[in-house]
DNA sequence: TAGGTATGGCGTGGCTCGAG
DNA sequence: CTCGAGCCACGCCATACCTA
């Protein structure tokens, strides 16, 4: 086919657009398996696949949707993943479209085949029911109950949607926002409370990380130190070659002088261990290596991490818990608190999908509301 | 040989599920 | 209900093959 894959989303795209109020499948049945498979939001790697599926599909007329990995060795097999990662990470992110950031081809139970996709296999992924209704749409276009390309449009259709309502919710809260923004500003303890009540939400681990951010971000210009660009959330330590989850240098140097190492539980000897051996192999030499926990701190801990200081010959470990840390933090730059929140705020709201999910972003804009809101009575 | 294509692998930490 | 084991997504990396 002489049309490239990217004019082919290109098109598909804009039929869905064009008829975003009325389903593109006119089979109920199908349609619906379509919209669980787009708009289930613990899993969005699925539909993925059955974008890049539908995508080569179309692209490649001979080749059999249900056969994407060139291990099956027919000529009608054909590279899903390369299809994923070539042709539709650039579009989701050119259109915002809430899918998974990375190649559903490297998820666990699509990883490593070589099996044609029906609906008899049991691909072993969570939950079942996605993988099974995901397998059945590949089958109900190989039998020709609906073609690739209304898939493919179908899909999207449901992504502009549930993409839609996303933005739309964001708006309404950043609008009831502004509303309280001539109130009094809130407390020092009042933004504590806050983040406690955000700390306790789910899928809260990244958080810690941005307070301890948004703190030097806001402080820079008073301390002369500042936070270098974090590292992404899953990302192993010893790949980005950091030191720790957030790295602080002197404002005019690129020299990191203190490290922060964020732990959602307990801090244990083998992780002041570790932190020393980083410390030895990477040859960054800090004068502070800190650790932020939202855990208790054990007594040993405590005094492990003091005896590294006379060990080390100058490098000072210390345990900290979060909330205290952030709390001398807003009464040492109490007159900085409003700047404080605002930053927690961008940053939280910046994160990625897959750091801070889309309701834990929703819930911190409630949460603040709701404290605001309080005040003005 | 260089750049593109295709696929496999790993470490981390959140999450689910089932045993007790 | 609690808690530990194992599953899983995620982002990055490694490697091998192909072809101009």
Redesign the pocket.
């Known amino acids: 086919m002489s049309t490239t894959p990217a004019a082919i989303l290109d098109v598909a795209f804009q039929q869905a657009e064009a008829s975003i109020a009325q389903p593109i499948v006119t089979n109920p049945s199908i349609a619906k398996k379509i919209d669980y498979v787009s708009s289930y939001v ?5 539909v993925r696949l059955l974008l890049a599926c539908a995508l080569a599909a179309i692209h490649r007329v001979n080749v059999d949707i249900r056969k ?5 060795g027919t000529p009608d ?7 994923d ?2 042709y539709i990470t650039a579009f989701i992110n050119q259109h915002e479209l809430p ?16 099996i044609t996709l029906t609906p008899a296999v049991n691909l ?4 079942p029911k996605l993988y099974e209704a995901a397998l059945q749409l590949l089958d109900d276009v190989h039998q020709g109950r609906i073609t690739a390309l209304e898939l493919l449009a179908e899909t999207l259709r449901c992504l502009i949607i549930a993409r839609n309502q996303k933005r739309q919710r964001m708006e309404t809260l950043l609008a009831d926002l502004k509303k309280s923004e001539d109130a009094i500003p809130l407390s020092a303890e009042e933004i504590v409370t806050l983040l406690q009540q955000h700390l306790a939400c ?5 958080l810690p990380v941005l307070i301890v951010a948004a703190a030097y971000q806001v402080a820079e210009q008073y301390i002369g130190e500042r936070f270098l660009p974090l ?11 950091a030191l720790g ?1 957030v790295e602080i240098t002197l404002v005019d140097d690129e020299k990191v002088i203190t490290s922060y ?5 307990r801090v244990t000897l083998a992780d002041i261990d ?1 932190a020393l051996q980083k410390i030895n192999n990477t040859g960054k030499r800090v004068d502070n290596y800190i650790f932020i926990t939202t855990d208790v701190i054990e007594e040993g801990i405590r005094e492990y991490a003091s005896s590294m200081y006379e060990r080390t010959g100058g490098i000072e470990i210390v345990v900290l818990d979060c909330i205290s840390f952030v709390r001398h933090f807003l009464h040492l730059f109490h007159r900085l608190r409003s700047q404080f929140l605002s930053a927690y705020q961008q940053l939280v709201l910046r994160e ?4 801070v ?1 889309q309701p834990l972003k929703e819930a911190f804009l409630a949460l603040r509301q709701a404290a605001e809101s309080a005040r003005e009575f």
């Open positions: 613990g899993n969005r790697a699925v994407p990995y060139t291990e099956i097999a054909y590279s899903g993943r390369y299809y990662e070539s899918c998974n950031p990375t190649t559903a081809f490297l998820t666990p139970a699509l990883r490593n085949r070589n072993v992924g969570r939950p789910r899928g809260s681990s990244r590292k992404s959330h899953n990302a192993a330590d010893e790949q980005t070659g989850d190492e964020i732990k959602t539980r570790r990625p999908d897959s750091a999910s």
